[in-house]
Each structure stands twice: as C-alpha cells, then as structure tokens.
Nanobody, 128 residues
Framework: QVQLVESGGGLVQNGESLSLSCSVS????????MSWFRQAPGKEREFVAT????????YYPESMGGRFTISRDNAKNTVYLKMNSPKPEDSAVYYC?????????????????????WGQGTQVTVSS
C-alpha cells in the first residue's frame, strides 16, 4: 500500500522561507510523477507544482508567482517543496500527490482526479 506523509508545515513569517517534505513508501517512487497542491478554507484544491519521475522536468503554474521550488530525491523516496518569500495568501493545507504513471515524462497535471495517491496534508500559515 502506497503511503504519502507530508511534514514541515507550520507558522512562518511573511517573507521567510519554508520547506515541506513528502515521504513516500510502499510503491515504486522513481516511476511516480509527484505534485504539490494546496487548499485554503472555502476554496478548491489548487495545483502548485509538479516534477517528473526522474526529477529532470518541473512545472509551476503562473499563478504561483515563481515563489515555489519542487525537487525530489529518489534515493530517499521524498519530494520537497520550498516556499520562497511566502505571502499570507499562501496559507493553506499543502498536499503531495502521486501519479503512478508518468506516461510522457513531464510530471503531473492540475487535475486532481489524475492522481492515484494523496498525503494527509500539512498546514502552512504565513503571518502578515
């Protein structure tokens, strides 16, 4: 059974950096496309970033403003999300998600239904 466990969330000051981790167990991590999503209260789950299976391709929607960096360590079965100079509007529960088939080697998409596995989420609060 594949399990994803996020960590690293918490309270951060406006502009301070914060790194999140997602540890994956029970599957073939180096074949998964991995992505991060976030969800603020009363809003839909929002696509933040994705990375392909071998870590050579990343993608961020323009709406994320260039404030995020996704990376992975396949030797550690872990994907990371670094938040650079976060803003209060970045406050949300952050989820990592795995697509078990990185078919085109480009990572995942923004469609929640595409993903096979999800973590439980970690809360990030950015104070103003």
């Amino acid at each position: 059974q594949v399990q994803l466990v996020e960590s690293g969330g918490g309270l951060v000051q406006n502009g301070e950096s914060l790194s999140l981790s997602c540890s994956v167990s029970g599957g073939t991590f180096n074949k998964f496309a991995m992505s991060w999503f976030r969800q603020a209260p009363g809003k839909e789950r929002e696509f933040v970033a994705t990375i392909n299976a071998d870590g050579t391709v990343t993608y961020y929607p323009e709406s994320m403003g260039g404030r995020f960096t996704i990376s992975r360590d396949n030797a550690k079965n872990t994907v990371y999300l670094k938040m650079n100079s976060p803003k209060p509007e970045d406050s949300a529960v952050y989820y990592c998600a795995a697509d078990a088939q990185d078919v085109y080697g480009r990572g995942g998409t923004s469609y929640v239904s595409e993903y096979d596995y999800w973590g439980q989420g970690t809360q990030v609060t950015v104070s103003s």
